[in-house]
């Protein structure tokens, strides 16, 4: 189960998302132990940002390594993590029209793709509420 997080950035306005998992909450109120969270953590795949390494999303919840951004391949998710949202705006992308926000990385600032609020087309509606991750701005880590 995952839990999510909505902040407002003090400073700049923005929102803040992060998630934590329910294990992870266990771990710190140390319910669950040692060799448990190892065995959790044992694997995992996890994209960061490219200019800093701060985690952004997990390879699991990646839904299609097809999309296309204008700067190249871009991978679409479930969500992502430790990103600031940008303000709400509505913008030509290749499938159509969009209202969409920017990502960046909350640790760095770096533009990570975008989340779509709301698609037009009722074909494209699976997107809304999913994020675009450009394929060159983050890096696949394992464990």
């Known amino acids: 189960m995952i839990a999510s997080i909505w902040q407002i950035h003090p400073l700049k306005g923005t929102t803040l998302h992060t998630f934590q998992s329910d294990w992870f909450r266990r771990c710190r109120r140390g ?3 040692s060799s448990i969270m190892a065995d959790l ?4 795949r996890l994209y960061s940002c490219q200019n800093c390494s ?3 999303s997990r390879h699991d919840d990646i839904i299609s390594k097809g999309f296309q951004s204008l700067r ?3 991978f679409l998710f479930y969500e992502a993590r430790n990103v600031e949202e940008g303000p709400q705006q509505e913008k030509m992308l290749l ?3 969009y209202i969409v926000s920017d990502l960046f990385c909350s640790e760095c600032g770096q533009m990570l ?3 779509y609020i709301k698609a037009y087309d009722e074909t494209q509606r699976y997107k809304e509420g999913k994020v675009v991750l450009e394929k060159f701005k ?3 880590e394992c464990c």
Do not use: F
Request: hydrophobic share 35%; no cysteine.
């Open 31 to 33: 319910s669950l132990s």
């Open 95 to 97: 499938s159509g029209t």
């Open 113 to 115: 793709g975008w989340k």
């Open 72 to 74: 190249g391949r871009a």
């Open 41 to 44: 953590m044992i694997g995992a």
């Open 138 to 140: 983050i890096t696949n």
């Open 54 to 56: 701060n985690e952004v």
